[in-house]
């Protein structure tokens, strides 16, 4: 079959659901008008442990407008059954199983729900709740000694080679100790959910990142069939990761529904955002490394501690990073984690390896000045050739281009690499670079393609758009596999009716998605095809069909234009109003053949006043293997919003709790700082070309949502040592540090 040009793919074209964002048009959750519906608000718990003793709604009963309070006290029994399809990498533990007990495990924890007519009747309501406890004392502070550690799971050991025989022979040994705050994620959108019941089927509107998952749990749940759930999520205002699991306000909004036999619409507070969702979690994360004296390491030993909540384990990809990244032949990674009192971490943005970077960069860089080495050669001369972890061959690796190409645009050879050499006026300017990683995942995944006899198609799947251009980018796959043009193409996403599709995360969605996008319009352009060379009153009759492209929704014959007709036409004759097809896309099974990842480099600029210690990043640049580029615009899009995210998560971000009672206290955007735009004045990114990685999925792309967020904050921390000499080891970077 001839190739089918490529007009959309490749281009930077804006995103098709732009205009419908900026005119406020686009319905996000809470948007939706659902006819009947009431409100609900939940009461939180003001202790982190202990029982609820009483629970007095009277007050609340007697406000207008008032339709009920649901506590344990009141609330039919859940059946919470086993659901482990409802995460992409479920918890492990006891799930929070709402209003089914008087156990308190975090503050924040959804203790109540009052339901009423209109949304400040059910404020006013939520505060006459008044709840007693028999509180104890809680846990929340990671770095608080003598605390217990959850039994290690396979994958949190490893080692190869000898790692203490190499350590006690290097000829540099170095042990720092790295510390990383706690970061919430602070999505514009809040979460937010709208349930309805009609008999025993249930509807629900939500804030997800799967609607296949949220439909699985509240099946479990309410013990009712999958089939019997239907979950809507057309737009999604950002979530970062914490959108990718079902968390307690989604139950307790379908529960207040079936109780009320009414709609309930749910919203959360920008507070209850900081209790009711997870979060990035803290970290302390040891590092015993070694080299020779020419800058080759020879081992590496992590030490990984980080929080979870105490009813269930949360893990993330924090070893990966250290087991490949180098050619370190002597590793040994111990990750625990510590059951504390409260709510569960989840996935942000690079989860896992965002950590990791942090750390084992941070000690690279260490060691390039110990030692008196660039930091970019450093970190050349330890570039593996094969996966070190499993022996495999990469199926592209080019993070040495990353760095050349990096060093030039960035002027690296413009620097003195002396600390605290360079100075604007009272600022001290510093520059540092770090590398970063992130694993090519794909699961299966479906795309319904229609064709209407008009010449527009139709493409669905039940995947999301958190923000990267899911919308944009599956258009431009099948505009280019259809022949057609943009503007006769909808693709449609959000529904758990429509085909499966797997979580909107991990940077799996255009592997995954798009493949099977790209699966489904090539199968319906064969079909439109065939027909046409079948059919004696084409103008393609007898034509070979390999011959044949599509373009401008015009089919014809390769070298020929004469012989053409629209998709219409065709149509028309055979008597078809449509023709319908469904894409499909299933991982290799079997052994892997190449070791799949996405590679970058981050190179960093800041400016460090010397008598007040605030740091100003003055630019930034990225470098990335990333795979085929379906949608450059998006693409730099994904990489300057990562960039914002690190310099949050290396200069500003950081949720401070009271220990005494696990209260967050800056749980809102005046305390919990987040980067603006005079923080980001100059934000580059390039993708290398010719990136194609076949092995990694049938249309080459490898994903790169994730690998954008992996390094950013070395490479600030590294320029903050840089420009002042002092080495700062735990995050957020605070002017107290460098005072």
């Not at 949220?214 to 479990?220: C, I, R, S, Y």
């Not at 065939?530 to 599509?550: H, M, Q, R, W």
Request: proline share 7%; hydrophobic share 40%.
């Amino acid at each position: 079959m001839s190739p089918q040009p490529q007009t959309a793919v490749g281009a930077p074209l804006s995103r098709v659901d732009g205009r419908l964002k900026v005119t406020g048009r686009a319905a996000y959750t809470a948007d939706h008008d659902v006819r009947g519906a009431v409100h609900a608000v939940v009461v939180d718990s003001t202790i982190a442990l202990g029982r609820i003793t009483a629970v007095d709604t009277r007050a609340a009963l007697a406000q207008p407008g008032v339709l009920g309070v649901i506590s344990h006290l009141n609330a039919p029994g859940l059946e919470y059954r086993d659901n482990p399809g409802a995460a992409m990498d479920p918890p492990v533990g006891e799930r929070l199983h709402v209003f089914q007990d008087d156990r308190v495990r975090f503050f924040g924890q959804p203790v109540a729900v009052v339901v009423a007519r209109t949304l400040e009747a059910a404020q006013h309501g939520a505060d006459q709740v008044r709840v007693s406890y028999r509180a104890e004392k809680p846990s929340t502070d990671l770095t608080a000694p003598g605390l217990p550690v959850n039994a290690p799971l396979p994958p949190q050991n490893y080692e190869r080679g000898d790692p203490e025989e190499a350590l006690a022979s290097a000829d540099v040994r170095l042990e720092p100790a790295y510390r990383l705050g706690r970061i919430h994620h602070n999505a514009m959108e809040p979460h937010a959910t709208i349930a309805r019941w009609d008999g025993d089927k249930l509807t629900v509107w939500d804030k997800t990142q799967w609607v296949q998952g949220a439909q699985g749990e509240l099946a479990a749940v309410f013990g009712i069939p999958p089939e019997s759930v239907r979950v809507i999520s057309p737009f999604v205002g950002g979530a970062f990761g914490n959108a990718a699991r079902v968390w307690p306000h989604s139950a307790i909004a379908a529960l207040a529904a079936r109780e009320t036999g009414r709609p309930v619409k749910l919203v959360l507070t920008r507070e209850q955002l900081y209790y009711g969702v997870g979060y990035r979690p803290a970290y302390e994360y040891t590092l015993r490394l070694g080299s020779d004296r020419s800058g080759r390491l020879t081992a590496m030993v992590h030490g990984i501690r980080a929080e979870t909540s105490a009813y269930e384990q949360f893990l993330e990809s924090t070893v990966t990073a250290g087991r490949m990244l180098y050619a370190t032949p002597h590793v040994r990674q111990a990750y625990r984690t510590v059951p504390l009192d409260v709510n569960t971490p989840t996935y942000m943005r690079g989860p896992g390896y965002a950590t990791a970077a942090f750390a084992i960069e941070s000690a690279l860089d260490e060691l390039a000045h110990e030692l008196g080495i660039d930091p970019i050669e450093l970190r050349l001369r330890n570039e593996p050739e094969e996966d070190p972890s499993n022996g495999l061959p990469f199926s592209t690796r080019r993070l040495r281009e990353c760095l050349r190409v990096g060093a030039d645009r960035f002027r690296w050879d413009r620097r003195d690499p002396a600390p605290r050499s360079t100075r604007d006026g009272d600022w001290l300017i510093g520059t540092g670079v770090a590398v970063g990683c992130y694993d090519t995942l794909r699961l299966g995944a479906q795309a319904r393609v229609r064709l209407d006899a008009d010449g527009t198609a139709l493409v669905e799947s039940a995947s999301s758009d958190m923000g990267p251009g899911t919308y944009t980018s599956m258009t431009q796959l099948a505009a280019d596999a259809l022949g057609l043009h943009m503007r006769k193409v909808t693709f449609r996403l959000g529904d758990s009716l429509m085909p499966p599709s797997p979580p909107h995360a991990g940077s799996l969605t255009m592997a995954s998605v798009g493949s099977a996008v790209q699966d489904g319009c090539d199968k319906l352009r064969r079909q439109a095809i065939g027909l046409a060379v079948e059919d004696e009153g084409s103008p393609l009759y007898g034509a070979d069909a390999d011959d044949v492209v599509v373009l401008g929704g015009r089919l014809r014959v390769r070298g020929n234009p004469a012989r053409t007709e629209t998709y219409g036409r065709l149509l028309a004759r055979n008597h078809r109003d449509h023709l319908e097809t469904l894409g499909s896309f299933t991982p290799p099974s079997g052994p892997a053949r190449s070791s799949l990842h996405a590679f970058g480099a981050t190179f960093a600029e800041v400016a460090v006043d010397v008598r007040l210690g605030l740091v100003r990043v003055r630019r930034m640049l990225g470098v990335y293997d990333a795979g085929r580029i379906i949608s450059p615009k998006l693409a730099e899009s994904q990489a300057l919003g990562a960039m914002v995210g690190g310099i949050g998560q290396a200069l500003l971000e950081h949720t401070v709790t009271d220990h005494r009672d696990g209260r967050i206290v800056n749980a809102d955007l005046a305390g919990y700082l987040v980067p603006v735009n005079a923080d980001v004045p100059d934000l580059r990114a390039v993708y290398l070309d010719n990136g194609e990685d076949l092995d990694a999925a049938p249309i080459g792309v490898k994903g790169l949502g994730e690998v954008v967020a992996v390094g950013v904050a070395p490479a600030i921390a590294n320029a903050v040592f840089h420009a002042t000499g002092r080495r700062v080891r735990e995050l957020p970077i605070t002017v107290e540090a460098l005072l």
